[in-house]
């Protein structure tokens, strides 16, 4: 079924008050196609900072910079006009506290166009969080498995099956008190997720955390296949892009190694062909 979008852009408070409403739609864009395409379908896009392993080959997310967010950042803003564009705060630009979070988050606000930002991290996070929106920076917050604590967690593990339940909630409803408009709920278990649900009084937005969440997003290049090997359970895989463009990049490797390519519609004459384009 399609759902007939609004055409004005969102803002947080507009995905703010979706929450027991209508479900938000939510994925990652880190170049300025993709974003135009989610921007046809979606509410939010985010331009995550995931980037540094899908399109960067890095091993985690801990060495993606403020820089590097900015030039994606850029480049996801040419894309939209409707969908509220959320940029991430990398590891190590917020976490010393309120005053490096708001001159790391304006830069990331004036340089990029980016309406909100978002921060990983619960309770710890709260002041920071209280200080940016009371500063005039809407933030998503993000709590249950958050990337770049890999090396605190161990892996990337589900998150609620330890005891540690009860924290993750107190975790969200601690972001939701503190002003955040929206939270992700990352790889935690459906019976948590449910109960943050019902409890916070923002949206919540689930990955790898069911569809008991407010919404959902995922990572754009997982969701179209990108990857051949990389199947996490909780993606489900629209396309397959990856094998798509295996076999289409083998094809042209056999084509130019055969002469096949270019033919002759693809070469130029000293006069130009009735129907030649450029
Ligand atoms: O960096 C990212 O893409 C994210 C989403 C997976 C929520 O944080």
Do not use: K, M, N
């Given at each position: 079924m399609s759902v007939a979008v609004e055409t004005k852009a969102l803002t947080p408070p507009d995905i703010a008050a979706r929450k027991g409403r209508d479900r938000i739609v939510c994925l990652t864009a880190y170049t300025t196609p993709l974003a135009r395409l989610a921007d046809r379908h979606c509410d939010v896009v985010l331009v995550g900072d995931s980037v540094g392993m899908v399109?960067?080959?890095?091993?985690?997310?801990?060495?993606?910079?403020l820089d590097m967010m900015i030039m994606h950042g850029k480049a996801v803003r040419r894309g939209l006009d409707r969908a509220l564009m959320v940029v991430d705060m990398p590891f190590?630009?917020?976490?010393?506290?309120p005053e490096q979070a708001f001159r790391n988050a304006a830069r990331l606000m004036a340089q990029t166009g980016c309406a909100a930002v978002k921060l990983e991290g619960g309770e710890s996070m709260a002041e920071t969080i209280r200080f940016l929106t009371a500063h005039g920076i809407p933030v998503m917050a993000h709590v249950g498995l958050t990337p770049q604590s890999v090396n605190v967690f161990g892996g990337y593990k589900v998150q609620g099956?330890?005891?540690?339940a009860d924290r993750i909630l107190r975790d969200a409803v601690a972001v939701a008190e503190a002003g955040a408009f929206s939270v992700v709920l990352e790889k935690v278990t459906e019976p948590l997720a449910r109960r943050i649900t019902a409890e916070v009084t923002i949206p919540t937005i689930g990955i790898g955390a069911s569809?008991?969440?407010?919404g959902q997003i995922l990572v754009v290049d997982d969701m179209l296949g990108m990857f051949t090997g990389f199947r996490p359970k909780f993606v489900k895989r629209y396309a397959e892009l990856g094998s798509e463009a295996d076999a289409a990049i083998a094809a042209y490797a056999a084509d130019v190694r055969d002469g096949r390519f270019p033919a002759t519609e693809h070469v130029f004459d000293d006069a130009p062909k009735a129907g030649d384009v450029a």
């Open positions: 399109l960067h080959g890095l091993p985690s997310t801990l060495s993606v910079t190590a630009s917020y976490e010393e506290g099956r330890d005891g540690d569809a008991a969440c407010d």
